[in-house]
């Protein structure tokens, strides 16, 4: 599942661009006339926020408590509402925790209650934009951080909001042309994350390296370098490196050890390398750190491929009963692969008619119409999250899969190749499925006759690509 657009690092990453807004009208603790002192954890997270930079967790929690004290004597605070909400969402994205969303609402609410926006609280606008990013709600978020980009269009945590509001709307172009603002507004580490995802999205693999490469040397404190060093072993992962995929996320883990992406990247680069074992304790350390629905799915699909279907069972349980945001995606895999495909269709259905045209939304809204049976009307789908530029395994493999079943056999023996050739070890189930689909279909000869040239080329009406 790393083939979501808006993964839930860079997510957080812009969730603390956006705090990073909210700490800029605030500064914590009275001035001391005493000799210096080392700042206090509260001042760090907000130093942190200041640089654009992701706070240890500890000084992050320390910050909510500071908030959640001042304002219990100064109700008025608008500024501290913004900071305490803010803060909430980034804790939230960050440990997979939704409990902390509701908090978040309620002090933006606040914050506005006390300074609406007409009278310039762009701070909370913007927090209410990444809350409404972290939920899932691509349009609210867009609407937010337009906006306060009318109204400010120097103000660059706007951009990285923007960012993640446009992929997940599917308007690449205009997260391409955000991506461009915030380079000429500010630099560092979480420009060239940003820049190293865009990258990745439009398929250019050298740049989203080069610029992970620099997100890593521009970071100063553990969090953002152990997040940039995971972003790299997610892209040797991607790529089919598994082996630099696994040294990647073991120098992030020396520097943060519960650094849960990179929990869960190990794993997978584990379950790549033949280490099944390995990969399954450090699946359990993983969800025990951060439980979240994709990490559920992977860890569920490697226990099945091992033919431990009890334990398979009780994780894809759990993903189902779980409480969770920005899960449709994940949970529409769940039920096309391993549960009720019409229900996945449904789910799927009701997700892009809400406005999330991503890639990942195309292509499990694809694969649970192949296997609900639609599978001329799921082709388009799985064009669309083909064709964009991001090369990711799965995506090709299920469109290669929809090929096969409506007789297309040139094309589907292309994309099914290609995703062996893209990640031979993608995923635990189906890189072995799409070797075998390959191996079903044989090789063509050089010299085809013409009537198979034909049949390749004449299959009836084109499946229409979805608007």
């Known amino acids: 599942m790393k083939s979501e657009n808006v993964s839930r690092t860079v997510l957080a990453a812009g969730v603390g661009a956006v705090l990073a807004a909210a700490a800029l009208a605030y500064v914590p603790g009275i001035v001391d006339p005493g000799p210096p002192r080392a700042p206090g954890p509260a001042e760090r997270a907000t130093s942190a926020a200041h640089a654009g930079a992701q706070a240890a967790l500890p000084d992050l929690a320390a910050l909510i408590t500071d908030r959640e004290t001042w304002l219990g004597d100064h109700p008025g605070d608008a500024e501290s509402w913004a900071v305490l909400g803010a803060a909430y969402t980034e804790r939230g994205t960050r440990t997979g925790d939704v409990r902390d969303y509701p908090l978040a609402e309620r002090a ?29 709600d691509w349009r609210t978020a867009r609407e937010l951080g337009e906006r306060v980009r009318k109204a400010e ?22 997260a391409r042309e955000a991506l461009e603002s915030l380079e000429g507004l500010h630099g560092g580490a979480v ?45 040797a992962w991607e790529r089919g490196d598994a082996a630099e995929a696994l040294a990647r996320y073991e120098s992030a883990l020396r520097l943060v050890p519960d650094h849960g992406p990179s929990l869960a990247g190990r794993a ?11 990969a399954l304790r450090d699946w359990r350390v993983a969800l025990a750190r951060l ?15 091992m033919g431990l279907d009890g334990d398979a069972r009780t994780l894809y349980q759990r993903l189902r009963t779980g409480s969770w945001v920005r899960a449709e995606v994940v949970l529409g895999l769940l039920d096309a692969d391993h549960g009720d495909p019409a229900a996945a269709e449904r789910r799927m259905r009701a997700e892009w008619a809400r406005g999330h ?22 082709l388009g789908y799985a064009k669309l999250a083909t064709e964009e530029g991001l090369r990711s395994a799965l995506f090709t493999y299920h469109r290669g899969e929809i090929e096969r ?7 589907a023996r292309r994309h099914l190749a290609e995703a062996v050739r893209i990640n031979p070890r993608f995923s635990p189930l189906h890189a072995r499925r799409a070797t075998e689909s390959l191996a079903a279909l044989g090789e063509w000869s050089d010299e085809l006759p013409k009537e198979l040239r034909a049949r390749e080329g004449a299959r009836g009406e084109e499946p229409r690509t979805p608007s």
């Open 357 to 378: 045209r991503s890639v990942a939304a195309a292509d499990a809204l694809g694969w649970a119409l192949f296997r609900a049976g639609k599978v001329r009307e799921a």
């Open 291 to 305: 439980p979240l629905p994709e990490y559920l799915l992977e860890a569920g699909e490697l226990a099945e491929s």
């Open 191 to 235: 420009v060239r994350a940003r820049a190293s995802g865009t990258y990745r999205d439009r398929g250019w693999r050298e740049g989203a390296d080069a610029a992970a490469l620099d997100a890593v040397a521009l970071a100063e404190a553990d969090p953002d370098k152990a997040a940039a060093l995971g972003r790299l072993g997610d892209l």
């Open 108 to 136: 933006l609410k606040r914050s506005l209650a006390e300074r609406p926006a007409a009278r310039g609280n762009p701070a909370a606008e913007l927090a209410l934009g990444a809350l409404a990013g972290a939920r899932g």
């Open 268 to 278: 997978r680069a584990h379950a790549a390398l033949d280490r099944p074992e390995e």
């Open 153 to 174: 269009p120097k103000r660059w945590p706007v951009y990285p909001l923007l960012i993640d509001a446009y992929n997940g709307l599917g308007q690449y172009g205009k």
């Open 405 to 411: 079943a409506l007789g297309r056999e040139g094309p």
